[in-house]
């Protein structure tokens, strides 16, 4: 029987191997009569035979029939879209041509939807010279290689590619190679050159065609991030902010989230924070209007919208927000934005007297760069340990950091500045103070001011400037840490930067009032954080047995702003049903019977700004 080589078939699959128009009702009468065959599902659309009746009827099948069917098989799943079976009969029927053909089609749409694994195991299934023969399935096994964060395998294989094209390469196949060849120049730090390869990416990709718009926006990503590293974040913003609308309008959620990820970080840096968690909110609810359930490719906005709770020290929320990201990019196998999410999550609970939680947490943010085995995931990281060790008082640990990374005063007064390695020399500072070594903290602080002032980081700015003032209270100079003070709470109280102050430590508590006229609302906030120690700083680990997850945190802040469930369903573009089995979940983990109570359990745990 024909239909033996399928794994499942359907009416018009069957018609299709046997060119005839009675598979319908044969399927039926066999069902009926359960003979030989399962239904698959309700509506008796798809079936299976047997296992061992199948294998039965497969062995009767002479070779050259089988290659025959497997190919008609393959052109009618490719017609109808199913390109995983499409690319399995192909391989299948033996035709390596029609194979190759099927798997360029089948790995753009795969890439464009995050199927990485899949697409890897389809170009893997090609012989190795016939995958050599095509650059463009060498440049998305490349892809999929650093979207899986095996970025030595890719490095690989883009070498191999530039040194030994040899197979036929067009304009639109340069470009997909270009594309990857500037986001690994990224990886290694080599701006200047990823820089020239996005460029010539982007002047090489058909920007008409829609299943390369992936590799358009990784272009741009590179192209930003460049720009970002060589001193330009005005450049980078705007090249993130025109990507983000045409990514979205061509379904490419992939491209979309990730330019969002890097947008919403120089917003960040730039003390845009409002700004950018705006841009997450609204992907959230983007894909809650077009009926989905949230895409694995969100956990980039809740890791985003918990660094911008962080900062704000809206530590439970910051919490709900950082576990979901973090459950949404495993199944995605994100790996530097899981990184991102478990460094934010150590942080959140050394806020919340979690030390020994904390350095664990730390600890397999550690494992995963070493895994990774990536200079910049390295270096992100070891940073991130070295604060958290001089938080705790760790002060030789951290010592050791600075020795080990060439961390030295006079180096990086000639060094070319980026958000990384500002970052490194801050956390160096605070190093420095623990050591009383003022003069060095001097010079690179003033250094450092110089550096944000030119950059616009407020962020980094508002950061910097309350280290002076720590330097200058150990120095004995009051008067001028007040004035840093006072600069500082100027910059941060319109950009709700928090975290910062508190994290200063106790020195700052009898300097506030005498500001009080700067910033009233920031400074009544800092000081009911710091003196009663509670503020926004619920317990991130006992109060909710499961979390929250970012919906349900919008409906709640619906709620508190006295919406009923049909303005809250209107506003989030669901059902009123939809609201009531948010709600119902809600009062569930909140422990409590009726949205009074929820909006004022969730107020005492912090979860609402």
Partial sequence: CPTAILDRMCAALCDAILEGEISQGVLLQLEHNNL????????????????????????????????????????????????????EHALAAGNLDEAVRVIRIASRRAIMEGHLTTMLMWVDSLPETRLHACIELVAYKGWGLVLMGKLEAAETIAAWAMIDPTGDTNQVESGVLLS???????????????????????????????????????????????????????????????????????????????????????????????????????AIERCAAEGHDPLPILGITYIILAMMCYESDELSQAYNYVRQGLELCRQLMMPMETLRGQILLAFLLQAAGKDQMALAKMEEASQIAVRLNVPRFSCLVKAAAADLHLRQGRLDQAANWAENTHLLVKEFLTEISSPERDAEYRIFARLL?????????????????????????????????????????????????????????????????????????????????????????????????????????????????????????????????????????????????????????????????????????????????
Wanted: charged share 25%.
């Fill in 180 to 282: 990857l060849q500037a986001y690994l120049a990224v990886q290694r730090g080599d701006y200047a050159n990823a820089l020239y390869l996005a460029q010539k990416a982007l002047a090489a990709l058909d920007k008409t065609d829609p299943l390369f718009r992936t590799f358009q926006y990784a272009s741009l990503l590179s192209l930003g991030h460049a720009q970002r590293e060589l001193g330009n974040t005005q450049a980078a913003i705007e090249t993130f902010r025109q990507a983000i609308p045409q990514a979205h309008l061509y379904g490419d959620n992939l491209g979309t989230m990730g330019l969002l990820e890097e947008l919403c970080l120089l917003l960040h840096i730039h003390g845009r924070q409002e700004e950018a968690a705006t841009l997450c909110r609204q």
């Fill in 36 to 87: 030989f065959v399962v239904a698959l599902d309700s509506r008796s659309e798809w079936y299976r035979y047997h296992h061992l009746f199948r294998d039965f009827l497969r062995a009767q099948l002479l070779p050259n029939e089988q290659t025959s069917l497997h190919h008609k098989a393959s052109v009618w799943y490719e017609a109808h879209g199913l390109h995983h079976q499409a690319v």
């Fill in 433 to 609: 103070l623990k050591q009383k070594r003022f003069d060095e903290m001097q010079i690179l602080l003033s250094s450092l001011v110089r550096s944000a002032q030119e950059k616009e980081r407020f962020g980094d700015l508002i950061d910097t400037q309350i280290l002076q003032m720590l330097l200058f209270l150990e120095l004995g100079r009051r008067e001028a840490a007040l004035e840093e003070l006072d600069k500082a709470l100027r910059l941060a109280s319109p950009r709700r930067y928090y975290r910062a102050f508190i994290d200063a430590g106790s020195s700052i508590i009898d300097m506030l009032p005498s500001l009080r006229s700067v910033a009233p609302e920031m400074v009544d906030r800092l000081q009911n954080s710091m003196v009663t120690g509670t503020g926004h700083r619920a317990d991130l680990v006992s109060p909710l047995v499961e979390p929250l997850s970012g919906r349900e945190l919008e409906v709640l802040r619906l709620l508190a702003d006295g919406l009923s469930n049909r303005q809250a369903a209107q506003v989030l573009f669901v059902t009123e049903e939809t609201i009531k089995k948010h709600l119902s979940h809600i009062y569930g983990k909140l422990a409590v019977k009726s949205r009074t109570h929820a909006v004022a359990r969730a107020r005492e745990m912090g979860l609402l700004a």
